[in-house]
């Protein structure tokens, strides 16, 4: 069977400048809340390595634009540093990363790779994470002016902008499961952050459309469809669907809609833990939802009705509303701890088809990490990581399904383009279509997968037998 793509299918991968820049003398880079959370506690960090040594892109980007090139790229997304432009969060842009911008920015347009550029990619600038980050209704603000500089100085040549990736994720690991900085186990600050978060995301928006620029502008979710264990049991039923409004809807619904989730807001009411809303905000959200929704897809949830009897913490939390089920017979990456479930990314398409208005959106992230990659080297010195394309055709036949039956997904784009830095897990896991090599200076080399992609992007498609 041929898998053919719509024309103009948007071919790539995804990164993010803190997870792929480093950090070198004279850059006037400020520090984010990765780069102190190292500073205090560089044992969190797998092997200590910090961000100070993602993979050296800020340096090798000519080259690195190069392989996209040759791996079939016709579009690649990573997001400016907010503490790189403006190194305090507010105030000084910082012209030494205005140049690199407008070099990478350029280069990838010479090359023929539209550049989608995301704002936020959990990288607050300590200096506003000091203040409270996001949970500091002024981080809004100088999110604000922050997105507004981003779009006078690129937007001329940037036509995809992102306000945030992954929303959900800071508000998870800052405030409720201590995976991220400032590792608080705090439901009341996780809503109040949340809530800042669609806000920003709002503002910037409005500001991108004051400016008449000629571009598209969105954000990017991880959607996780949450599947109850039994289809015909009401409480398993309503857990997953309290899942859902948790970790899906809390961000999908303001963005697209302009609205936050009825049974979420319910919820928060009953616990006491609304967020706390100005005059205006609501209005602003709802009058500025997205143009265009990327969407991260790695895993199923697995949800029932809530059976343990322990406490998560001492004050609420998501969990006390439904337990995780662990399915029979499921499908895992061992390295991640990951179910494959390669139907997921067929159903939320599906689910925006039919309950948000089938939104131009775009698979922004899908890959899988796997650990110890040197293994499959071969003779010629490429990783021979059949298992990566195995994924990743899997995932796309299903993609596929979703366009046959009238889905307006526009394109796929792998986690990631080249190994990159994996916050506090480093580079344990490898992501890429090129290998980064740190005992050789971050040598690249194209993978198996690299060259296969290139041959899906060039036939915009696969056979399948």
């Not at 925006?352 to 899988?368: A, H, Q, V």
Request: with cysteine.
């Amino acid at each position: 069977m041929k898998y053919t793509f719509p024309k103009d299918f948007w071919w790539g991968s995804a990164a993010s400048g803190p997870q792929t820049e480093g950090t070198f003398e004279g850059d006037k880079k400020g520090q984010s809340l990765w780069d102190h959370w190292y500073d205090q506690e560089p044992e969190r960090f797998f092997n200590q390595i910090g961000p100070d040594n993602a993979s050296y892109v800020y340096k090798r980007y000519k080259e690195d634009i190069a392989l996209m090139k040759e791996t079939g790229h016709n579009s690649f997304r990573t997001s400016i540093q907010w503490s790189r432009l403006i190194p305090n969060g507010v105030g000084e842009v910082n012209q030494e990363a205005v140049a690199f911008y407008n070099e990478y920015i350029n280069e990838l347009i010479e090359n023929g790779i539209e550049p989608f550029i995301n704002l936020y990619h959990f990288d607050m600038p300590m200096a506003l994470q000091e203040k409270g980050g996001w949970n500091n209704r002024e981080t809004v603000d100088a999110y604000e002016i922050y997105a507004k500089t981003c779009f006078e100085l690129f937007g001329d040549r940037v036509n995809k902008w992102f306000t945030h990736n992954e929303p959900i994720v800071p508000v998870e690991g800052g405030y409720l499961y201590q995976f991220h900085y400032p590792e608080e186990v705090n439901m009341k600050k996780a809503v109040q952050v949340a809530y800042h978060e669609a806000l920003a995301s709002a503002k910037a928006i409005a500001a991108y459309k004051r400016m008449n620029l000629d571009g598209e502008i969105g954000i990017i979710v991880n959607l996780t469809p949450s599947y109850p264990r039994d289809e015909n049991n009401p409480e398993d039923v309503k857990a997953a669907e309290i899942a859902d409004a948790f970790f899906n809807r809390s961000f999908l619904d303001p963005a697209v809609k302009g609205e936050f989730p009825a049974d979420l807001i319910d919820l928060l009411k009953n616990i006491n833990h609304l967020p706390e809303v100005k005059d205006g905000d609501l209005a602003i959200i709802k009058e500025n939802t997205v143009d265009l929704l990327g969407v991260n897809y790695y895993q199923p949830r697995r949800i029932k009705a809530k059976e343990s009897k322990v406490k998560a913490a001492t004050g609420p939390m998501p969990d006390d509303y439904f337990d995780n089920f662990e399915m029979p017979g499921r499908k895992m990456n061992p390295y991640r701890g990951w179910e494959i479930y390669e139907k997921g990314i067929y159903d939320l398409l599906i689910n925006l088809k039919e309950d948000y208005g089938n939104i131009p959106c775009y698979i922004s992230e899908n890959g899988m990490g796997v650990e110890g990659e040197e293994r499959f080297i071969n003779k010629d010195g490429v990783i021979e990581d059949d298992y990566r394309i195995e994924f990743v055709k899997d995932h796309l036949k299903y993609v596929h399904q979703a366009i046959q039956e009238g889905s307006d997904v526009k394109g796929y784009h792998m986690w990631t383009c080249m190994d990159n830095w994996s916050w506090t897990n480093a580079y344990k896991n490898r992501y890429g279509f090129i290998s980064v090599d740190l005992d050789n200076e971050g040598a690249r080399t194209i993978k198996k997968s690299g060259h296969w992609f290139k041959e899906v992007s060039d036939e915009n498609g696969f056979d399948e037998e």
